[in-house]
Structure formats: structure tokens, C-alpha cells
């Protein structure tokens, strides 16, 4: 299978601890996005990379949250010192250069995160 | 500010019958709009998208109208088949922009 994967699928956490996802996005995708859905609402968008390069980021990313992509491939978005608020589904996108115009972007299937 | 919005929080439709979305939005700087559906347990995944300088798009039997004047689009599907049971999102696109701005979300249930 060749979509966006993402790992883990569901992470519950205490309060205070420190958490990591991952994602793999679709292999020519040079655009990377990490968005975050709470229950009843769509997506909100977090940051966006263009290879490496974090182009974005949402006022709602807070000094807890960093995101990265190294080599331009996988990303990784690790929130510090966790809070109940950040209980949410992360959801992480691709897209191509192709089909940037249209705004089409590839999910994968999210990290749920739980923090007790 | 909610810019991109759902009004409706769920829909019934009998199968066969058409299913009818609606979705309102503010900023007249989109350029593009798409929807996307989501099953439990999955990402959303694309459906169909309409550029600012249409007013109908087509895709088998998902139809997307976009009145400008009324910042309003609507998806269409005719015939309703009991696998677009789904939540179905609006999404928006700033001109320039690379982030999209999701509406809250539409949950249709076909009805066999």
C-alpha cells in the first residue's frame, strides 16, 4: 500500500507526558501537512512542509508542539508536557506537486491521542 | 471565526433518492473547494472539488454547485447508495494559501 501511513494509531498518555507521532507520507509527495480534529469538528490545520522547509504554522501550534521532516520524507510531530486539551486525532496529509492546484490532499488514517 | 460552515449536522436519505450537502463560507479570497468524505476509523479521503471560477462540476454521480454571489455550494448524489454512508466534509482553499479550512462536518445515512 502506497497511501499515508501514521504510527501509532492510538496513544494514551498521562498528563505531563511527552508524546510522538509519525508519519510516512505518499513517496513522490514533496508537501507534508499535520492538521488536528477534535469530536464534532473537521480537520484544523496545524503546519505544512514543502520538502524539508516548514512553510506554516497555525497559531494553535503551541510552544509544545514541534514538528519536523528531516530528509524531506517522513515527519514527525512531538508534543511536550501533554494536556487534556490536546485529547484529539492527528491527522497527517500529503500532497504532489500535481495536485497542489486544487488544493487535493491525501490523509492518512490519523494518531487518536488520549491524555488521562 | 468559523469561516467554512456546516449548518446541518446530519442527514437521512432513502436509497436511490438524491442527497443533498450544503455548506456557507465567508471569505470571498477561496479559490478552491472540495469535499471529502470519512469513514470511521479512516482518514478523510477526497471526493471532488470545484474551482472559484465554476458554478457545476461533475464526477459520476457526485455533483458539486457553487453559487458565488451566495457564498453557498452544494454536493449532489443521485443516486444514493447505502456505501456514501459517511461523514462528509467541506474544505476551502485561500488564494496563495496551501492550508485548507475544513467545515465542521455532515453525517448522511442512507436508508435501505
Known amino acids: 500500500d502506497t497511501g499515508v501511513s501514521q504510527d501509532p494509531r492510538h496513544k494514551i498518555t498521562k498528563r505531563g507526558q511527552n508524546v510522538t507521532f509519525r508519519c510516512d507520507p505518499i513517496?513522490?509527495?514533496?508537501?507534508l501537512y499535520w492538521y488536528r480534529q477534535t469530536l464534532g469538528q473537521g480537520p484544523e490545520f496545524l503546519t505544512y512542509?514543502?520538502?524539508?522547509?516548514?512553510?506554516?504554522k497555525s497559531r494553535l501550534l503551541s510552544d509544545r508542539f514541534s514538528a519536523e521532516r528531516p530528509k524531506g520524507s517522513f515527519s514527525t510531530l512531538e508534543i511536550q508536557r501533554t494536556e487534556q486539551g490536546d485529547s484529539a486525532m492527528y491527522l497527517c496529509?500529503?500532497?504532489?506537486?500535481?495536485?497542489?492546484?486544487?488544493?487535493?490532499?491525501?490523509f492518512g488514517e490519523g494518531s487518536r491521542l488520549t491524555v488521562l | 471565526d468559523q469561516q467554512v460552515k456546516q449548518n446541518s449536522p446530519s442527514l437521512s436519505v432513502q436509497e436511490g433518492r438524491i442527497s443533498i450537502l450544503n455548506c456557507d463560507y465567508t471569505?470571498?479570497?477561496?479559490?478552491?473547494f472540495l469535499w471529502y468524505k470519512k469513514y470511521p476509523a479512516e482518514g478523510p479521503t477526497f471526493l471532488i472539488s470545484?474551482?472559484?471560477?465554476?458554478d457545476k462540476n461533475e464526477d459520476g454521480r457526485f455533483t458539486v454547485f457553487l453559487n458565488k454571489s451566495a457564498k453557498h455550494l452544494s454536493l449532489h448524489i443521485v443516486p444514493s447508495q447505502p456505501g456514501d454512508s459517511a461523514v462528509y466534509f467541506c474544505?476551502?482553499?485561500?488564494?496563495?494559501?496551501?492550508?485548507?479550512?475544513f467545515g465542521q462536518g455532515t453525517r448522511l445515512t442512507i436508508n435501505p
Open positions: 496529509a500529503s500532497s504532489s506537486w500535481e495536485r497542489q492546484g486544487s488544493g487535493e490532499l491525501f
Open positions: 513517496s513522490e509527495h514533496n508537501r
Open positions: 512542509f514543502q520538502n524539508e522547509a516548514q512553510l506554516e
Open positions: 471569505n470571498s479570497m477561496f479559490d478552491y
Open positions: 470545484i474551482s472559484s471560477i465554476k
Open positions: 474544505a476551502a482553499r485561500l488564494q496563495g494559501a496551501q492550508k485548507l479550512v
